[in-house]
């Protein structure tokens, strides 16, 4: 059901607004965004949408087409981080709202009916789309002009301190700031976005993403101890971020460092910041073909360097490279999630079977393909 018609379902009245926010999807830029470094997301084609009203009693309502059940009432007073509802789905929106009030926005009573086509747990960040898309409606319908660098931020907060994921900010910001038909290029340490057009489209090329559908367990505990890694060797090394380290300076930062795991975490942060420059540089110049040979380095990076690839997600990328692809790469976290595909059209069927048939052979649970397309960031519903 659309998130106009739960709304008028829900609450017998009408909607004074509906607002949409995007899913993401990392191009290249992986395990960079909190050592201050460089990434390249684009929003996609799957949205989040959120019907909103404000109401007279001080307090926020939500529904989700996505979760069945009664509305759930929380006072704007008690919505605070430890709260029971901020470990549940409800915490991405009551969130948003928090981070607003602690602020200083004045936020009042809302009513809100999410819709989200954004798959949940698939490596397209659900999670930044329905609290991107919050953040904008409550700060719109009070009237509250928030920039899409300010609605990233609070919808940061909403992740990072009410429901408590320790993420960086890649995917708020995608999902509030990308424009369609390009990457947004986001300088994590000058806190700064540019969005760099990007067509495959024109050059005859599709995105194929596609989701493992496995969540290895470890994946927690392991990003915990990649941060941590990068704190040390930032110690060690006596810079500030590991993003002052380039591929120049390298050699001699990595001599410092003396530690063979340290070495190649380091190796992974300065070699994925220059591709993701060069990837940059070959999209101004107008070529997008060269740059699947930077996605499938990224990917060895992670594999070897980085250590946070996993089995399927090697499979899916050697699997994608044979079968006709000019680049492939694990996005996002790790351990599972998803692989995107830079893939000549023509051969989007022929690549997408191929995956299906591997993990079919090695026993693994089947994958799913889907096609994304560089869409916008996040905005207001205009109906007819
Ligand atoms: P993802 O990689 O998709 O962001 P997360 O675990 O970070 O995965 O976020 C998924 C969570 O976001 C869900 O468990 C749920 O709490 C919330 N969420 C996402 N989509 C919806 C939806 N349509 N309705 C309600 N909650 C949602
Ligand atoms: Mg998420």
Redesign the pocket.
Known sequence: MSAVDLFTTTYSRSPEGSYSAPGRVNLIGEHTDYSGGLVLPFAIDAR?TLAVARNDDNVIRVV????PGPVQTFSTQEIHPGSAAAQ??A??LLGSVWALRRAGHAIGGLDLA???Q???????????A?ESVTTLAAGAVHGIHLTPMEVARFSLQAENEFVG?PCGPMDQTASAAATAGAVLLFDTRAGTVENIPFDPAAHGLSLLVIDTRVAHSLADGEYARRRASCEKAVDIIGVTSLREITVEELPVALDRLGDEILTRRVRHVATENQRVTDTVDLLRSGTIGPIGELLTESHRSLQYDYEVSCPELDLAVDTCLAAGAIGARMTGGGFGGSVIALIPSPLVGQVARSVMAAFETHGFAEPVPRLVNPSDGAHKVNHE
Request: glycine content about 12%.
């Open positions: 989040a989700s087409a996505q979760r549940t789905w915490g991405y999410l819709d989200s954004v798959p949940s747990g698939a490596g397209l960040s659900s999670s930044a329905v994921v």
